[in-house]
């Protein structure tokens, strides 16, 4: 979709000798990037994935956009929030220029028995995948990916994009596997794990939990056994999939960070304030959840959370109305993907499904042991001391033990430990559980509506789906109760 930069580089190194094989070359496809080896590749298809799923260096980030949504944040602005419109766009334009990228690095990779490669190409496009199908539903993908030859590609249904991307991972797992030598595999220019084979197999099966948890309310039982599986070859304590080679500059940092520093029209919501008050003692404020004191900026020495789709103008970073995210400050913070934390609440919710109740209390127990340990990741300087964690760690709410234990705690504590950068998956819990509750006067958007510019150039596009209809029922996604 952004084809003409690439286009117009091409044409002016093709211009500048007048070689036939040059003149020649002018009428290839300007999406294709010709003879660039996998190491060149393998960088741009990972930053661009990662921009399709967290947002690029401005403030239409989708992660603002879902986080939002998810009630997390409160947006801030001037004026009446902007319509989802403006954050699902650059996601769906970013999202296709990555998988194209992604395409391209898997040929490259197979023809040269570059396996390592492969994989990791296979598991982008999974990624990349699952993003749009979470936040569109139906979109191309069969068709998407020559738009010399199809600029009109049909939408292919979203309960098979989740069974493309589960074969996507099984390729890439399988791969992964076969990457047993030096020359098939990278190294420093795999800028997540540098090579690390069994890190991105793990995070290939994270995925996949996450993936089938997401699938749950279509098989509680069915995807609750499959998710348990996946968990158990994925992620040990003390590893994750986290993007740590950000800068504290405006070009090279947290993407996110970026976006907030720039415009800083969200606030931290009452929504987020009250879910984690519910595990507090009655009348008890905010900051008896340790993680207030380093997320959370103060007004007059207090939390001043900001109403839903009511709050007034605050675009200050630190917040002079209400309460800002304080990591978000942070251009060198990592951006977690996918995490030990995450699985542990899914095992605990697949346990529990399955009425295995002192293991659901098991991996809960530790989840929450482990988010909180990962509340300061944003920042080495920002540690909750021992004391802290087990005060707040001796509220009966916050353990209940196995015979009271609820989907409803393994889930809400999972959403705030969701609010340190992971807006998107937010919102995807939000929507799938519907155990969180609803406060914005609009109500809830069901899902992202299609960019303008795909709805008016491609005949396929599925037709009134817009910023005002996403609030309809009619429109909830097939694995969601909201």
């Known amino acids: 979709m952004k084809r003409l930069s690439i286009f117009f580089i091409l044409l002016g190194t093709l211009l500048s000798s007048c070689s036939k094989e040059k003149l020649d070359a002018i009428d290839q496809n300007p999406n294709q990037l010709i003879n660039t080896p996998v190491n060149t590749l393998l960088p741009s298809a990972i930053m661009g994935t990662m921009h399709s799923v967290f947002g690029n260096n401005n403030n239409s980030a989708v992660a603002f956009g879902a986080g939002v949504v998810a009630e997390q944040f409160a947006f801030t602005g001037t004026g009446s929030i902007i319509g989802l419109n403006f954050y699902a766009t650059p996601s769906w334009e970013n999202a296709y220029v ?109 995925l996949k939990a996450r993936l089938f948890m997401r699938l749950s309310n279509t098989d509680k039982q069915g995807f609750a056994t499959k998710a348990l599986a996946a968990v158990q070859n994925s992620f040990g304590a003390g590893e994750a999939m986290n993007l740590t080679f950000f800068t504290d500059d405006n070009f090279n940092g947290n993407p996110v960070s970026i976006g907030y520093i720039l415009q800083s029209a969200v606030g931290v919501s009452e929504n987020l304030v009250n879910t984690m008050k519910y595990f507090l003692n009655p009348g008890e404020e905010v900051n008896g959840d340790p993680r207030s004191r380093i997320w959370f900026t103060l007004i007059g020495g207090k939390v001043v959370p900001a109403p839903c789709g009511k709050a007034v103008t605050d675009i200050s970073i630190n917040g002079t109305t209400y309460s800002k995210p304080a990591f978000m400050r942070e251009r060198r913070a990592p951006l977690p993907v996918l995490t030990f934390v995450e699985l542990k609440f899914i095992a605990a919710e697949a346990h529990l499904l399955l009425g295995n109740n002192e293991k659901a209390n098991e991996e809960y127990e530790l989840a929450v042991r482990s988010a909180l340990s990962q509340a300061s990741l944003f920042s080495p300087t920002a540690v909750l001391s021992q004391t802290e964690i087990n005060d707040y760690l001796s509220r009966s709410k916050v353990f209940p033990g196995a015979s009271s234990l609820t989907v409803k705690d393994i889930v809400l504590q999972k959403y705030i430990f969701y609010f340190q950068f992971q807006h998107v998956e937010a919102y995807n819990e939000f929507r799938r559980t519907g155990l969180l509750a609803v406060t914005d006067p609009l109500g809830h958007a069901f899902r992202f509506p299609y960019p303008q510019n795909e709805v008016s150039r491609n ?11 996403i609030y309809s029922s009619v429109n909830r996604l097939f694995w969601a109760e909201l």
């Open 98 to 206: 990555a998988l194209r990228t992604s395409t391209e690095l898997e040929q490259r990779a197979i023809a040269s028995g570059q396996w390592g490669y492969a994989g990791i190409a296979n598991f982008l496009s999974a990624l990349c995948v699952m993003n749009l199908a979470d936040l569109f539903g139906d979109v191309p993908f069969n068709e998407a990916f020559d738009p010399t030859q199809n600029i009109q590609p049909a939408f292919d249904n979203d309960e098979d994009l989740y069974k493309r991307v589960e074969v996507l991972l099984d390729s890439a797992i399988s791969r992964f596997d076969r990457a047993t030598s030096a020359v098939t595999r990278p190294s420093k220019d795999d800028l997540v794990f540098n090579g690390n084979m069994t890190l991105w197999k793990k995070s290939a099966w994270a």
């Open 459 to 469: 005949a396929n596009a599925p037709q009134g789906i817009n910023d005002q209809t």
